[in-house]
């Protein structure tokens, strides 16, 4: 296996048989309970809240995180934690108010949730949707991303083996359903959180060794290093620049660019609370944990992975920014300063067995993703597509099989995007890739959700029009809006700056994405108004909602109370 050591393989192949003996374990336990489409697809009534909790974490920190939000590490710094921090308070908000009214509801996909508050047609345009973004953006993204940073961290040359050989890992847990994916996510969360902090550590000590010169690195003087090495690598609100249009001799190129990443204060009054609100609660890969479970243990569940989200950075991002402080110091020889590069260039330094545990934290990070997105998939094509539409006398164990066929042809669709990176994830940026182009239809989806939970006016034709409008809005803003209005007016202002690629030097003129998806939620929204206010005041598929609904136990409450705090102490301290 490349670069590894005859122990580094040994750690890997036991994080695998462990993983893949208890899935098999569990499903084999499980057989001899209910088998059901519903304890399939959901495993209804049989996480509890720490196996919820820890499998949306293990289904959300993935490539994405490790790779992506590692590499942004490296080239903006700390700002980037606002995805995982902000998250923290997007999941009180979803455990207190929106889990409630599923749950009521009897709510099993987010299609269905259309159709019951709104109407088929609604719910079939959404099911399609979301079945092409899991798998043409989201399933390729974490795929390639993922079989890249390995391949990179084995010396190079096989990346496609990795791709298969990370596919059939999340199948082999995937067709098992959402039961034998929720428990097996709880070994990858330890695997990944016990190897990620091992990876942090090691990483620190290093910087510690290589620019202080300590014969044994010490890991907080490696992190007071960082901090005195690039400070502006520690500061989560970044400054608008004054300069709009940059070059790459112009110092003030690498501020526009990290500037359109992370639009600084501005972010978090626009497309940062949708990015985290819609992909927590609005998003059948992530509530899908919690729908089979009763209130108690769906909030339960869903807080302490909040919880969990605050130390996420600490694994994701300082990888990052040690590698950042590491190459402009010239220690990182072999490293060509793309920022995806920079998460494989720390696991390189790794000694012989922490780099096997690391190479396993990514694999279980990576396959949870994978088998989980599949999951959501198939539980999307069957519920709502397959029963629906295509054969509605389904009986429950076709119901089985087709969601299982939906995972394989799932992974075969993503398998052939990724094989030579014809999306350019590359070049984009993974985490950029991801969230940009999920943020197409997320203003269009999440007003529609919220404005279906909260405002009983609101109408069918109303949603059917906010999820075309959000989503051509979206295109609107990125492709257009410049070349109509120009670059500086009251709602935006874009930016010019030159970018290098594959040694060609790109111009590009745009809007901060998150901008863009504030913008396009608010008009959104109006429209959605303006037509529910001449439908009748009472729409009569409203849900039906009371206080009673959204009131929290004490033990529930100190959970919230210490997320909060320690939320405040840390935009406190790195303001």
């Known amino acids: 296996m490349g670069n590894l050591a005859t122990i580094d393989i040994i750690i890997f192949l036991i994080y695998f048989v462990v993983v893949a003996g208890y899935g098999i374990w569990i499903y084999n336990k499980k057989k001899s309970a209910a088998t059901g489409s519903k304890d399939y697809f959901l495993a209804e009534g049989s996480l509890t809240w720490w196996a919820i909790g820890a499998s949306l974490i293990a289904s959300n920190i993935s490539a994405e995180q490790f790779i992506g939000m590692s590499g942004e590490g490296f080239f903006v710094g700390v700002a980037v934690a606002a995805y995982e921090w902000i998250a923290a308070l997007a999941l009180i908000i979803i455990a207190i108010w929106f889990i409630p009214i599923y749950l009521k509801n009897k709510i099993y996909t987010m299609p269905q949730f259309l159709e019951t508050r709104y109407n ?35 010396g190079g040359g096989h990346l496609h083996i990795i791709m298969i050989g990370l596919l059939l890992m999340a199948l082999l847990i995937g067709l098992g359903g959402m039961k034998v994916i929720g428990y097996t996510d709880v070994i990858q969360v330890a695997v990944l959180i016990i190897g990620g902090f091992a990876t942090v550590y090691m990483a620190l000590q290093i910087v510690d060794q290589r620019i ?42 690498l501020d526009v660019q990290k500037y359109v990443v992370l639009p600084g204060l501005a972010m978090y009054f626009a497309g940062q609370w949708i990015v985290n609100l819609n992909y927590w609660g609005c998003n059948q890969y992530i509530t899908q944990r919690a729908l089979g479970a009763d209130l108690k243990t769906a909030r339960t569940g869903i807080l302490f992975a909040g919880f969990l989200k605050l130390f996420m950075p600490i694994i994701v991002m300082l990888p990052g920014i040690a590698a950042y402080v590491l190459y402009t110091k010239g220690h990182l020889p072999g490293f060509n300063g793309v920022k995806d590069g920079a998460y494989s260039a720390i696991l390189g330094f790794l000694p012989v067995g922490l780099k096997g545990l690391a190479v396993a934290a ?35 164990i076709q119901m089985v099989r087709t969601g299982r066929w939906a995972i394989i042809i799932a992974m075969f669709v993503a398998l052939a995007f990724t094989w030579t990176d014809a999306l350019g994830i590359g070049g984009e940026g993974g985490f950029t890739f991801i969230q940009k182009y999920t943020g197409f239809i997320s203003p269009g989806v999440f007003a529609m959700f919220l404005l279906g939970m909260f405002w009983k006016r609101t109408t069918g034709t109303a949603a059917l029009v906010g999820v075309i409008l959000g989503f051509v809005l979206a295109i609107f ?89 320690l939320l405040t102490a840390l935009y406190v301290r790195f303001w």
């Open 362 to 396: 990514l694999t279980a990070a990576i396959v949870a993703s994978l088998a989980g997105k599949v999951n959501s998939i198939s539980t999307i094509f069957t519920l709502d597509i397959y029963k629906k539409y295509l054969k509605a006398d389904a009986t429950e």
């Open 120 to 154: 088929k047609s609604v719910s079939l345009i959404m099911a399609v949707f979301w079945l092409f973004l899991y798998v043409i953006v989201n399933l390729t993204s974490i795929l390639y991303l993922g079989a890249l940073a390995i391949d990179t961290l084995l």
């Open 212 to 253: 202080n010169g300590a014969a044994v690195g010490n890991a907080f003087a490696g992190f007071q290093t960082l901090m005195n090495e690039a400070p502006q690598h520690f500061k989560l609100m970044l400054e608008k620049p004054v300069k709009t249009t940059t070059t790459l001799a112009m110092p003030e190129n």
């Open 477 to 565: 803003f990125n492709s257009f809006a410049v070349e109509i209005f120009g670059k500086e007016t009251w709602l935006y202002t874009a930016f010019t700056y030159e970018k290098l690629e594959n040694g060609v030097v790109h111009t590009i003129t745009e809007i901060p994405f998150l901008i863009n998806m504030g913008w396009s939620f608010f008009f959104t929204v109006l429209t959605m108004v303006g037509i529910s206010l001449a439908g009748p005041k009472v729409n009569p598929k409203a849900f039906a909602i009371d206080a009673s609904m959204f009131k929290v136990d004490n033990r529930t409450l100190v959970l919230i109370v210490v997320t909060l705090l």
